[in-house]
């Protein structure tokens, strides 16, 4: 089975941190998502990554950065995190399967920003 | 505007009784079609899609929906639920996985 694994299931960070949410997938997908989701908005996606070193914004991506130095690691980083940014973060991986194969999801990252 | 829109944030079904959930999208093109479902404390899982084809797709968990363009809908049904159906089902449409757009989710809720 596709796992992917989010390093942190909850997080309480303070106004101004700088904070780090890792997302690993063990299949070798080339495509890595980072999403947050918030209740009546569904998922919005923030970045993506189609190939290792390569990033793409999604649709909101202000306040956000990404990073993926290897093929199997997809990094969100919030710089100075605001609370606003209190959110559920969810990653998630596809292979490129005509871009619209199944998206492997980890079971999210709960952020709560003080 | 491109949209999903899930008319339902919550429904509640007896278990055995039958299941509809609805969608409707506004989109440009006919675009690709998905359902997903998120268990509590789970990540969300792939239920059934549609590219092309027959408009009734078969999907997992005994779940089915139907395509209907000139409604621009794609509503998930199931015949019978099950209290493990319990979760919150997601809509979502787009011409690949770096375009979808997401439904609000529907909170399904299980009488027993």
């Known amino acids: 089975d596709v796992k992917v694994t989010q390093s942190s299931r909850y997080l309480v960070k303070r106004t101004g941190e700088k904070v780090f949410l890792e997302c690993v997938q063990d299949m070798d997908h080339e495509n890595m998502f980072w999403y947050r989701q918030d209740p009546g908005l569904g998922l919005r996606l923030i970045y993506f990554s189609y190939d290792v070193k390569m990033k793409e914004k999604g649709d909101i991506p202000e306040g956000y950065s990404v990073s993926r130095e290897k093929k199997e690691r997809f990094s969100l980083i919030l710089e100075s995190a605001s609370t606003n940014q209190t959110s559920m973060y969810l990653c998630?991986?596809?292979?490129?399967?005509?871009?619209?194969?199944?998206?492997?999801f980890g079971e999210g990252s709960r952020l709560t920003v003080l | 505007a491109q949209s999903v829109t899930q008319p339902d944030i919550h429904i509640t079904v007896s278990e055995g009784a039958s299941l509809e959930l609805r969608c409707n999208y506004s989109y440009g093109a006919t675009p690709y079609l998905f359902w997903y479902v998120q268990s509590p404390g789970q990540g969300l899982q792939l239920l059934l899609k549609y590219f092309s084809g027959d408009t009734l797709v078969q999907g997992i968990k005994g779940f089915e929906a139907e395509f209907k363009r000139s409604q621009s809908s794609f509503n998930l049904r199931k015949p019978s639920v099950h209290w493990s159906d319990a979760a919150e089902y997601f809509c979502a449409v787009g011409e690949s996985n770096y375009q979808l757009i997401w439904g609000a989710g529907t909170k399904l809720i299980i009488k027993p």
């Open positions: 998630a991986s596809s292979t490129e399967e005509g871009r619209t194969g199944e998206l492997f």
